[in-house]
Structures are given as structure tokens and as C-alpha cells.
């Protein structure tokens, strides 16, 4: 638990501080294992998020839009379900777009959007502060997949943890299971969780929608390459790679990959290696679950009542979980 008390009169707080060289072994490691692998976290440089910001307006990219359209639709029974005027913290905020369009049905007293830099908040929290005086909002640069450990000035009652967009997907399901737990612990017995989740369905729409015809989704991919050469100093071409996304459907999930075109040696600081010509890195899941699966899992994190809403082609899942039942 975090000490920190007060709530400061900038309205930010960074608790985290970026320890480059930890990032750098997590890459070497990631890059020398058997089946070579990074975060998907390494994705998000500036150009990578706003990569990853074209690639919600695609046509291909169904999950933003369906998303949306939830909220639209059942707009008065989310809030119903969700109550008014409690304490909202958004996770992975980004630019705070999609809790604002919430804020004049949801009136949350209070307003604590989350990332892991407070640089992505600022600009956004101040522009939304002139246009909701009453809401007090303080921005918070966390890494909450670590830890959600709040600041004590923080109320504690009526939380509501609000996790749109199927970010959950990125996680294996034991992480997202201690996501969720995290989440059911920090809201407390009267707090809930609203969460955007993408269900399974046909590849050929998976397939698409991470393997897009403009190839915004191979530029996002191969971006990872560029952020990586700045990182940790590696010399990697990223015309010798080719981008590969598809359903794994053992796994529940899309997969996205970086495939040498030829035979490549990569060197780093302090590391290299030889890829064959077809070899991989792994760059990202995207689970995808049933409306069930997600629901069990939500119920071992703690959360055993939830509300349900899909769109008509049930292809993404809005859930309001609670942490009591009733
Ligand atoms: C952020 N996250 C939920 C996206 C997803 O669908 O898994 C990231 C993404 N990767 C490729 N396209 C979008």
C-alpha cells in the first residue's frame, strides 16, 4: 500500500519511474528465448500509439466501433447498473475520450484516469477539467498490470474501475485473472467493475481485423522494430520482417508475429542472434472470450454478479461486475 496521502494541486502524480535497464534485459531475454517473444507494451512508443489509433478507424477494426455502439445503444441501463456519482478510475486512459463521453450520465464525484505515463494525461485532464468543473480529477502515471495500490486520497467508496476497449485480451488469462483480483481488492465490497471485452468468432473476421488491407496494422507491428533499435540499440532492417496475425483457435487467440523475410543477424547491446529465414518473434495476444468463459472468470476474481450487454451480431461484450451480489 502507498503512503501517499495527499492529493496534489497539480493534479498528477507519477508513481512510476521508468527503469530503462530492467526494460532492456526484459527485451534481451524476450529476444534470445527459444521462441523469441516481446511485450506487448513495446508496441506503444509515440508513433506506435498513434498507429494503434488508425487502426481503431478501419474498417476491418471492428472492436472500437462495436464497442461504441454498446455504450450508445444501452446507454440508460449501463448507468442503472454502474450508479451515479461514484469515484471513476479508468485504466490505461490514454486520452481520457472514452470515460468523458460517460461523464454526463455517470457524474462521477471523482475522476482518476491511469497510464503509465502522466505525459499522455496531462493535456487531456486539463482540457476536461474547463469542461467539468465539478468532477475533481487527479491523473495517475502507474503501471497498474504491477500494482493497484492506490494513494490513500483516493476514496475509497463507490469505486469504479471502468477497463474499455477488450484491453483484458492482451493479458494471458491467469494475468487477467490477477488483473481482475486486483481490481475486486482495490474496489472493496460496495465497488464494481466496467469492462469492454471481445468475444470469439469467425477467423475470417479475426483475421482481418489484425491483418488489414491498408496494412496499418503491419506498420503498427513492424514499428515494435524501430522502438526496439531505440531501446536497446539494436540494428534491426525492418524491411528483412514481415508481418503475420492469425486466430490460434487452441489458444482462444489472435496471435501477432514478425517473420524474417531471409536469414538475419540482429545485434544489441550486449546480445545478438541469428534468425533463419521463416523465424518468428511473438509480438501479441489478443484473447478473445465467450460471454460464459469471461463471466467465470470475473466470478474466481471475486465478481460474482455482473450485467451483460452485446451487440445484435454478439460480437463484443460490455460487463458491468459487481463485487457483492444482489
Ligand atoms: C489494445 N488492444 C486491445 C488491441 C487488440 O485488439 O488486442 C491491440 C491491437 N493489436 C493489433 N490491433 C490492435
Not at 450508479?83 to 454526463?104: E, H, M, S, Y
Not at 484473447?287 to 463471466?295: A, E, I, N, S
Request: glycine content about 8%.
Amino acid at each position: 500500500m502507498t503512503l501517499i496521502a495527499e492529493r496534489p494541486t497539480a493534479g498528477f502524480l507519477q508513481l512510476y519511474q521508468k527503469d530503462d535497464d530492467a526494460l532492456r534485459t526484459e527485451l534481451s531475454e524476450g529476444l534470445l528465448a527459444p521462441q523469441a517473444a516481446t511485450s506487448p507494451k513495446f508496441l506503444y512508443d509515440a508513433l506506435g500509439s498513434k498507429l494503434f489509433e488508425a487502426i481503431c478507424e478501419l474498417p476491418e477494426y471492428y472492436p472500437t466501433r462495436t464497442e461504441a455502439a454498446i455504450f450508445d445503444t444501452h446507454l440508460s441501463d449501463i448507468v442503472e447498473s454502474a450508479g451515479q456519482g461514484g469515484v471513476l478510475i479508468d485504466l490505461g486512459a490514454g486520452n481520457c475520450a472514452k470515460a468523458a463521453r460517460l461523464f454526463p450520465v455517470l457524474r462521477p464525484r471523482d475522476y482518476v484516469p491511469v497510464d503509465i505515463s502522466v505525459d499522455f494525461l496531462r493535456g487531456a485532464v486539463e482540457g476536461l477539467r474547463q469542461r467539468f468543473p465539478r468532477i475533481r480529477m487527479t491523473g495517475l502515471g502507474m503501471d497498474f498490470s504491477r500494482s493497484l495500490a492506490l494513494p490513500a486520497f483516493v476514496p475509497e467508496d463507490g469505486r469504479l474501475f471502468f477497463y474499455p476497449g477488450s484491453s483484458i485480451g492482451n493479458f494471458a488469462p491467469e494475468q487477467a485473472l490477477s488483473l481482475l483480483t486486483a481490481m475486486r481488492t482495490a474496489c472493496g465490497d460496495d465497488g464494481g467493475l466496467l469492462i469492454g471485452v471481445d468475444l470469439a468468432k469467425d477467423a475470417r473476421l479475426l483475421n482481418a481485423a489484425y491483418d488489414d488491407a491498408l496494412g496499418v496494422t503491419a506498420s503498427f507491428n513492424l514499428n515494435l522494430l524501430r522502438h526496439l533499435n531505440g531501446l536497446l540499440g539494436a540494428d534491426f532492417d525492418v524491411r528483412d520482417w514481415r508481418h503475420r496475425a492469425f486466430w490460434n483457435p487452441a489458444q482462444g487467440r489472435v496471435e501477432m508475429h514478425l517473420e524474417a523475410r531471409r536469414h538475419v543477424v540482429v545485434r544489441w547491446q550486449g546480445g545478438q542472434r541469428h534468425f533463419r529465414e521463416g523465424e518468428r518473434i511473438h509480438t501479441e495476444n489478443s484473447y478473445k472470450y465467450t460471454r460464459q468463459g469471461f463471466l467465470q472468470l470475473l466470478e474466481r476474481a471475486g465478481f460474482p454478479a455482473a450485467r451483460t450487454w452485446t451487440d445484435e451480431r454478439e460480437w463484443f461484450l460490455v460487463c458491468h461486475a459487481r463485487a457483492a451480489r444482489g
